[in-house]
């Protein structure tokens, strides 16, 4: 593309021109009426295109054509320019640009160097502008516009008081962009032009934007070009707002690695259970159909293709990042997908009841969710907050993880405050308000600080960097609703983790193991569990910290952003073995890529999109997976966990029985 810019360079006479004519030369005023004349611009054209034609001939440029591409030209851009979306809020909240704007005569006239701040922005930035005027004292059907730069707008009663100034041109977004872009390359020790001369190069383009129709072609080719090639490792919204379409330059497949992958965490096993009640009747398009009655949106993946149908609105934008995150995983092992057509769920509770379904043959119908039970048949997918909760401004898990390792360094975990930690939302369920009982009083001290996260939510969650809440031997891990999300942050921090009893599991933590992993805690005598855990881990420090670190080792290790990608392969390759019909794209789906879920996102959204844009295709071939538990296996593994479950209850009854036998002899 270096070479292309070059040649245009020295081709074009749009640079020399912006160079020697600024805004505050004397001679622009009758640069700019004679570049806009027909008749003195005839010469000048045909003398332009002999050049061209020239260079051609002679193989010093090439044309758009000769280089396979297909470019939108002017001609074909024969409606008028749609007005850009104008929600410039980089920021959580949401808040727009307001801009000042004088009125008069039923018409607001604007000084030029306000004309040329909005029209920088329009150009530059790919948005128009929001104006702050009174709508009361507008009269119904006039303009609000600025005479020098071209922009207006008619006057809606319905708006509150902010109009949208856009563009009246005839000439695509594209070629104005692209045309600045060149006419800015200075060579000087500034290296731009000033925001004088960049007004008046775009007050020149929008007065005499048909006089450029001739290199439009061209031009339109630079401006995906460039795009493409800069924009491979990251998004390419400016060729999807172009086309809106998903870029086909990105590698369809990667070549298999030389070297032999991991072998997958022992967790991974648990795929071939979820999916075992299907394995003798297949997934048949019924089925599928069957899950859509709770089913937020439709997955189809045919030949390396991913699509969405999307039917309702999910809790905040679980499904947005949910897709997402698909959309990464097709961008980490691209065409290495199967054919395959299914249902997500993005509520809480599992809803397919084994009971419903237990004889061969009843056909449960496959839907995916963020959690499942012992009762259930919902099949366990990874969860959105692995890309990020913008609504928590919880960051993606990359990130997160970068975070509280840093914040594991603060303090070690002998100089942690020797207590149980836990904040959250004690509202959603009554074993958190439960839990809130075990609060240290006046009168009572469990070894537990409990915190409400309502003040927190009211504050926006600002104070929600989870890097800085390592600050306690003991965290304390209770469900909500459902599972929580909560979980893999609180295991995270190096502190032994006091685990409430388990209603529901999400998808790694059937590979857990208590007294290994976590401390168990009862669900029916929680305060009295929690005072018991405390003592214990403080009168056995090392034991307690071994605990700590293994569990937090498998958040690190075995939970890092590249096994949920491996799980989410997986998973879905197993299911895919599955299909017993070939699947087609549905009538209201749209094809899933990164730019078209991103590009139209705003604020923390899209900030967390690009934090967790994986870059390319994975280095590495997929971990390999280990055969599926036999049910001797899976019997011997739960009898394990619950022996040592009960193990850790005994204790606690002695324990207790010590204590009630010292106040007895008081």
Known sequence: MKGHEDKLMKIFWLRPAFKRYSLRSPSWASFNKTLCSSYSLLPFLIFFLLVVALLVLTGQVDLPLELGETSKTVGEDAAELEV???????????????????????????????????????????????????????????????????????????????????????????????????????????????????????AMLRRCATSYNLFGNYVSYSYIRSSRENSIDGLDCAAWNYTKSCPRYYPVRRQPSANPPPTCPDYFRWIHEDLRHWRQTGVTKDMVEKARETAHFRLTILDGKVYVENFRQSIQTRALFTVWGIAQLARTYPGRLPDLELMFDCDDRPVVEAERFGVPDSSPPPLFRYCSDWRSLDIVFPDWSFWGWAETNIKPWRSVLKDIKEGNKKAKWEDREPYAYWKGNPDVCPWRADLMKCNATPQTDWNARLYNWIAESQQGYKQSNLGNQCTHRYKIYIEGWAWSVSEKYIFACDSPVLLNTLRWHDFFIRGMVPQHHYWPVRDDDKCRSLKFAVEWGNNHTKMAKSIGEAGSRFIHEDLKMEYVYDYMFHLLNEYGKLMKYKPSVPAGAVELCPESVACA????????????????????????????????????????????????????????????????RL
Request: proline share 4%; with cysteine.
């Open 84 to 202: 850009r979306q104008a929600e410039l809020d980089d920021s959580a909240d949401g808040a727009s640009i307001a801009t000042p704007i004088a009125r008069g005569g039923g018409s607001g006239g604007v000084p030029s160097a306000q004309c040329a701040t909005w029209i920088m922005q329009i150009l530059l930035e790919g948005e128009s502008v929001r104006v702050a005027v009174d709508i009361d004292e507008i009269e119904e059907g006039s303009e609000v516009r600025c005479e020098e730069c071209g922009l207006a707008t008619d006057v809606d009663h319905d708006w509150e008081d902010e109009v949208k100034l856009g563009t009246k041109s005839s000439l695509p977004n594209s070629v104005f962009d692209t045309l600045l872009h060149y006419a800015a390359l200075n060579a000087s020790s500034t290296g731009r032009m000033s925001a004088d001369e960049l007004y008046a190069v775009a």
């Open 601 to 664: 996102a705003r604020g923390i959204w899209r900030k967390f999109m690009e934090e967790s844009l994986e870059k390319g295709p994975s280095e590495s071939d997929p971990c390999t997976m280990q055969p599926p538990y036999n049910p001797q296996e899976i019997l011997a593994f739960n009898e394990g966990k619950i022996k040592r479950t009960k193990q850790v209850e005994a204790w606690e009854n002695q324990y207790w029985g010590r204590q009630k036998r010292k106040k007895q």
